[in-house]
T-cell receptor, first 111, second 112 residues
């Protein structure tokens, strides 16, 4: 059974800092990994979908890397802003089954 | 999110009553999912559908049933609501497996 762990559970950083969020998964036989953002009381917004054949994917200030063999992914946020404050979730499908989610990292960027 | 809507957005119901939540999509995606989100547990899969009239159970399916009679609609029914089913319910869609998911805005259900 796929299990997804996100560390740290919460993170507080000053504005402008570069930061890394971590995601690990137990079953490395994955096809892709997806990072989401969730604002309080809101739904999930897809940030990046990284295929197993890719090592990284970039969108603006966000960069996600994937290392299947070690069961790890990182989400790098450059030059953080207060608007980046949210909970970040990673999720992987287990084989052909639906996405399994980590519990998220709650990020606060302090102005 | 554009293309996927959930209704109602909020609902308060009494223990023992039946409740149906609706997910509607305009993307013509084959796959639809119901998740619940609870503090300390994160998002957990309830049921999913891989086509009209084709559904399967997820991790926390007890007490829930689903129906999909049309591509665009996926209904989640709580046959007899309990307080443990107080949660935020999210619907998601995808056009292929494995593929990226798009989520709805959620339904906040309170069972009193």
């Amino acid at each position: 059974k796929q299990e997804v762990t996100q560390i740290p559970a919460a993170l507080s950083v000053p504005e402008g800092e570069n930061l890394v969020l971590n995601c690990s998964f137990t079953d490395s036989a994955i096809y892709n990994l997806q990072w989401f953002r969730q604002d309080p009381g809101k739904g999930l917004t897809s940030l990046l979908l990284i295929q197993s054949s890719q090592r990284e994917q970039t969108s603006g200030r966000l960069n996600a890397s994937l290392d299947k063999s070690s069961g790890r992914s990182t989400l790098y946020i450059a030059a953080s802003q207060p608007g980046d404050s949210a909970t970040y979730l990673c999720a992987v499908p287990s084989g052909n089954t639906p996405l399994v989610f980590g519990k998220g990292t709650r990020l606060s960027v302090i102005a | 999110d554009a293309g996927i809507t959930q209704s109602p957005r909020h609902k308060v119901t009494e223990t023992g009553t039946p409740v149906t939540l609706r997910c509607h999509q305009t993307e013509n995606h084959r796959y639809m999912y119901w998740y619940r989100q609870d503090p300390g547990h994160g998002l957990r899969l309830i049921h999913y559908s891989y086509g009209v009239k084709d559904t399967d159970k997820g991790e926390v399916s007890d007490g829930y049933s689903v129906s999909r009679s049309k591509t665009e609609d996926f209904l989640l029914t709580l046959e007899s609501a309990t307080s443990s089913q107080t949660s935020v319910y999210f619907c998601a869609i995808s056009d292929r497996v494995p593929g990226g998911y798009t989520f709805g805005s959620g339904t906040r259900l309170t069972v009193v």
